[in-house]
């Protein structure tokens, strides 16, 4: 597989990302504003939160091969892919199901393709336990020496990564409100503000199970427990990359409203919760509501790609 040469740093990011106030009545007139983290802008090929979870643990890496995990649509795939399109190292994608490895690609993983990674199907048993020792050590012995990220990205150097988003909205926001998968981003954006803030997380999939995640993650970033956060889980819509006729009705409105192109998986959901806890009142009037954008929508699939499997 050949890469062009390292840089000795990572792109240069835009930081910090653009904040600014949306005008929509279905806030306004409960008293409360809503403003946008462009978290999408920071950089073309590694947006939002991907670039702030995979910067210090790219820089770790040290330029060696970098294995990491991911279902058929996933975001963190896409970024990994790219980082290493960019810096010129190799990528291993370990893509959660088998059956996958007997189908077109999609868009998703055309684009890992295309940017180099090397994708490895699993079958979603194997998938549930790929943090096992037993799981890790088959595909160290299959891939040899390289640099294990975990799902999503999420793990101590991706919180510490993501204080910074809170740290950008220190005195700008009273909630600050992001989509969650694996738990990284709202465990740094939490850690990152001050006291008299809060982080609020949208869960994406099923599974009641980020709570912990986010504290375990927490712990092991920070030492123990950080910042004031909480979590609704009623806006899964059916678990992660699923959608129902409600949420696509609402992601167009959006986009019709606000000139806005809404990344579906995540932002999508985001949207919907803050915009259904206005209404159900759940912001006092006065509050300053931030939904991060952490991504655009899913760019189309190149023309040819190929693939090792």
């Given amino acids: 597989m050949n890469h062009p040469p390292r840089p000795a740093t990572l792109p240069r990011p835009r930081v910090p990302s653009p904040l600014r106030e949306l005008r929509d009545e279905r806030f306004a007139r409960r008293g409360v504003a809503l403003l946008l983290k462009r978290d999408d802008l920071i950089h073309p090929d590694l947006p939002g939160n991907k670039w702030r979870k995979l ?27 790219a980082a290493g399109r960019l810096l010129g190292f190799a990528t291993i994608g370990v893509v959660r199901g088998d059956e996958l490895a007997h189908r077109p690609l999609n868009p998703s993983l055309a684009r890992c393709a295309a940017d180099g990674m ?27 020496d390289v640099e294990v990220i975990p799902e999503g990205g999420s793990n101590a150097l991706a919180a ?22 694996t738990g990284g981003t709202l465990a740094g954006l939490a850690a990152g503000l001050d006291g008299g ?44 990359a699923r959608t129902t006729p409600e949420l696509d009705a609402f992601a167009a409105d959006f986009e019709d409203r606000h000139g806005l192109p809404v990344e579906r998986v995540y932002v999508a959901k985001l949207l919907f ?27 189309p699939a190149p023309q040819e790609s190929s693939v090792s499997r």
């Fill in 55 to 81: 910067a210090l643990n790219l820089e770790a890496a040290a330029g060696q091969t970098v294995l990491t995990f991911g279902g058929a649509y996933s975001n963190h795939l896409r970024a990994t892919a």
């Fill in 118 to 144: 090397r994708l490895h199907f699993v079958d979603r048993g194997t998938y549930r336990e790929k943090a096992s020792p037993e799981v890790l050590k088959g595909l160290l012995s299959l891939f040899g």
């Fill in 160 to 181: 510490q990564g993501c204080a910074a988003l809170g740290r950008e909205l220190r005195g700008h926001t009273d909630v600050a409100a992001v989509a969650c998968g």
């Fill in 197 to 240: 803030q809060r982080a609020l997380g949208v869960p994406v999939l099923r599974g009641g199970f980020l709570g912990a995640a986010v504290s375990a993650l927490q712990q092991k970033a920070f030492g123990g427990p950080a910042g004031n956060w909480s979590l609704d889980e009623r806006f899964t819509f059916g678990g992660y």
């Fill in 273 to 299: 919760a803050l915009t259904a806890l206005a209404r159900e009142g759940g912001f006092a009037p006065g509050t300053r509501v931030t939904a991060v954008i952490t991504g655009t929508p899913e760019a």
